[in-house]
């Protein structure tokens, strides 16, 4: 395992979770502090390298951003606000939509008056919501903030995200180059933000969260969008009934995502798109149909804006929703896949290899992860999967993913959870895990090796139709695995390591359409050393 020294640290001491923070001081007029990088070590472990991630740490995000004394609030542009008559879809009482008639403000222009003319907004709570018909837009060095019970939502049809900054860039043919003008030193803050998405199936005709109704960049789809930015922090909002992803970042170094309720939501809670490197994402919890938490490295060149790398990043104080309901892909399948609004309580980690469409390559593996206090959650992915709306011929990791040095600690689990690992990997550390729940017989912590799941296009009648939802030919190697400090309810002896660990190998189903799935060949390869 590689050894690696502190740089570019500065004014720093330990805090209590064995962080390394910056001390605090004034602010320099116009400047921001830049972030501090870190590595965290185990002394347990005398010293040896268990855990390698990057602390960002904002100034603004330690103490109050200071503003001239002229800065103005936004009921001085409350004349720019407009007045509206729109219809939305709600539930009844018994389940059924109906058909509300609504009269609102509009606050687009006003609140972005405020942003463009002195960089900062704060949006006071109301006994009313306020309407977005657009994003509200962050130049670098913006500050939006928000009283915590302030309700912002997003004007039916409007079909885009509800707030980004303002240098947005798609890479979806080629790696991310050096420079991309990147939008540095935003800080969004506070509220409670919807694009209607009032049931499982109606979203009000907002289902993208695109960066603009015209000529939006390929592949984004937030409610708060942040690609191609540095030194930025979002912290302590709530995203409320909404399709898109909650927070979608990608191109992005020295991030913070600090505090973030998932209250309904249809898309992934953090999803970040690589490139993406030296940041926190921590005080996670609520109820999503999707992932709450996604490092997607590599993707879905139909989904994403940008591909790459993804590393130094720490996942910690992430709360799953109660309840055993598991989100499953539909079989209804007609374009994209729906959910059924049961929370899916997953992390999901995806590295590949992607090929662009001149047959160029590059590589976008995750590295230097720790995730820790995680509780909730059933299922950490980290398994490749091939475009299933495009067809694996189309869109797929040229090769098996790559992982280095994961770390995984303070694990609770109240019902038979798992890591699902069909990637090659070198440095899975798990430490510290409570199990609150009787243990099946079938149940192991770690799967190493390929899955096999048949997705019935069509229904039961075609089965021509069917395709493989993962890759289960491939085979994949995982070296420097640790297992520690695993407790279960009503077991007083150490969990043998043939528990803890089951390492896959697969077999093609002779019995398949009439049985499913139509397994593989594949097999997982463990090197004990």
């Known amino acids: ?44 472990q005398g010293g040896r390298l268990v855990a390698l991630f990057s602390v960002a740490v904002l100034a603004l995000s330690l103490a109050p951003r200071l503003r001239a004394a002229e800065d103005r609030p936004l009921s001085d542009f409350a004349h720019l606000v407009q007045r509206a008559n729109w219809t939305e879809q709600w539930p009844t009482a018994a389940g059924e939509m109906e058909t509300r008639d609504v009269s609102g403000e509009i606050w687009t222009g006003a609140m972005q008056a405020v942003l463009n003319e002195q960089g900062t907004l704060h949006i006071p709570a109301r006994a009313e919501p306020y309407y977005l018909d657009g994003p509200l837009v962050l130049k670098s060095g913006g500050r939006l903030t928000a009283d915590g ?50 049931s499982h199936r109606e979203r009000n005709g907002n289902r993208v969260g ?69 940041g926190v994402i ?26 790459g790398p993804i590393h130094h990043v720490l996942i910690e104080a992430v709360q799953g929703s109660a309840g055993d ?24 980690m ?17 590295h230097d992860i720790t995730l820790r ?30 992982f280095r040095n994961i770390r995984f600690e303070k694990l609770r689990f109240d019902r038979p959870s798992m890591i699902e690992l069909h990637a090659n990997a070198d440095g899975i550390t798990i430490e510290d895990v409570t199990l609150n729940h009787p243990l099946p017989a079938d149940w192991h912590l770690l799967r190493i090796g390929p899955k096999s799941q048949t997705l019935r296009l069509g229904g039961d009648a075609d089965p021509t139709r069917w395709t493989e939802i993962f890759s289960p030919d491939r085979n994949c190697t995982v070296r420097n695995v640790r297992v520690s400090k695993v407790r279960a309810t009503g077991i007083d002896h150490p969990i043998p390591v043939d528990r803890h660990i089951k390492v896959i190998e697969l077999s093609l189903n002779p019995d398949y359409p009439q049985t499913t799935p139509r397994g593989g060949t594949g097999k997982g390869i463990w090197i004990r050393e």
């Open 373 to 402: 206090d995680i509780s909730g959650i059933r299922e950490f992915k980290m398994y490749d999967q091939p475009n299933l709306e495009l067809g694996r011929e189309n869109d797929a990791s040229a090769s098996i993913g790559t």
């Open 149 to 198: 019970d302030a309700v912002i939502r997003l004007k039916p049809g409007t079909n885009t995200c509800m707030v980004r900054n303002a240098h947005v860039v798609s890479f979806v043919d080629r790696p991310v180059p050096k420079s991309t003008q990147p939008d540095q030193d935003i800080v969004i803050e506070g509220g409670i933000w919807t694009t209607l998405a009032t």
């Open 210 to 278: 695109a960066s603009a109704q015209a000529n939006p960049v390929f592949g984004t789809a937030g409610v708060i969008l942040l690609h191609n930015v540095r030194n930025v922090v979002v912290r302590n909002i709530t995203v409320r009934q909404s399709g898109p992803h909650a927070i979608h970042l990608g191109n992005a170094r020295n991030f913070t995502v600090d505090g973030l309720v998932l209250d309904d939501t249809q898309r992934c809670g953090v999803q970040v798109e690589g490139p993406a490197s030296e």
């Open 350 to 366: 995806l590295p590949g290899v992607k090929q662009f469409h001149d047959g160029t390559t590059l590589d976008c593996p995750i």
């Open 325 to 348: 309901e598991q989100t499953p892909l539909g079989r209804d399948y007609a374009g994209s896949f729906h959910h059924d609004g049961a929370p899916e309580n997953a992390i999901r």
């Open 1 to 44: 395992m590689n050894r690696h020294r502190f740089h570019d640290v500065r004014s720093r001491y330990p805090a209590s979770d064995g962080l390394v923070r910056p001390h605090a001081r004034p602010l320099s007029a116009g400047r921001p502090w830049r972030y501090v990088k870190c590595m965290c070590r185990s002394s347990e």
């Open 282 to 307: 921590r005080r996670i919890r609520g109820r999503s149909a999707d992932d709450v938490v996604a490092l997607n490295a590599w993707d879905w060149k139909n989904y994403a804006p940008s591909f």
